[in-house]
Every structure is written in structure tokens, then in C-alpha cells.
């Protein structure tokens, strides 16, 4: 094994993802890239609420915080990587977190994908979709799905 790609949302399934990269890393000496991606959800207001040009302020300045933050924790999670004598890379993109996800994984040279699970289920979980079941489901490699 020799490249992991590496998805994190921040969330705990996530943060316990990348415990569980950390042991592969070690055991294979495998370089890891970390990603995550950063999803705009679309604003819905009621007519009237916001002008146009305060909108796409707003918009800019909400995504340019959140584009921040989570430089911010991936590089904090990257620097758990380097304690550990790992080579990491680390990358925030924007879009649709599946797509993104699966296309880094079709186009690199992975030798396993790693993510959490968010633990969706029932009726949400099939309505929703998840992450996680559309990456394990469209990609050409191996897909570890870790759990909350």
C-alpha cells in the first residue's frame, strides 16, 4: 500500500477515520492525502428579506469563513500525521462532497480510501443518500467506512 486518500467533514465518524489512517499509514508507510470539501448550500429567503448585493456579500463572506475553518482543521489533523513521521498533503476544494471525493479517488493512485460515516439511517438515510455509501459504491478501490 502506498496511497490513502483520506476524507474528513469534521465530524466525529471523520476524526475517528483519521485514527484509523494513521494506523495504516504507519503499517504500510503509505502517503496520505487529506482532503476535505467544502459543500455551498443554496440560500432560500422570503421575498424581501435581503437585497441582491448584501446576498452575494453575505454568501462570499459565509463561504470565505467556512473555507478558513476548514483549512484550519485540516491542517491541525495534518500535523497529526507529521508527529507521527507520515508524509501528508492536505487539500480543500469546494463542491459536492461525493463527487469530489470520487473523482480524487478515480483519478489519483489510490490504494485505499478512508472516511467516516455521518450514521444515517432508516428513511433519512435512504432519502438523503450518504457520502460515504455513494463513494463505497463508485469508486475503483478499496473503501474503508469507519463508524461513530
Known sequence: MEK?????????????????????ANAFKAEVDLVS????????????????????ETRKGILDTVLEATSDMVGHL???FKENGLKVNTLVIQGKPAEEIIRLA???????????SRGLSGVKGYL?????????????TTVLIVRQ
Do not use: C, H, W
Not at 432560500?44 to 435581503?50: K, N, Q, R
Open 4 to 24: 490513502i486518500l483520506l476524507a474528513v467533514d469534521g465530524s466525529e465518524a471523520s476524526m475517528k477515520a483519521v485514527d484509523e489512517a494513521i494506523k495504516f
Open 37 to 56: 470539501v467544502v459543500y455551498e448550500q443554496p440560500v432560500f429567503l422570503a421575498p424581501g428579506a435581503i437585497t441582491l448585493p448584501n446576498l452575494a
Open 78 to 80: 495534518a500535523n497529526r
Open 106 to 116: 478515480n483519478d489519483g493512485s489510490y490504494n485505499l480510501v478512508i472516511l467516516g
Open 128 to 140: 438523503l443518500g450518504s457520502v460515504s455509501n455513494k463513494v463505497a459504491n463508485s469508486v475503483k
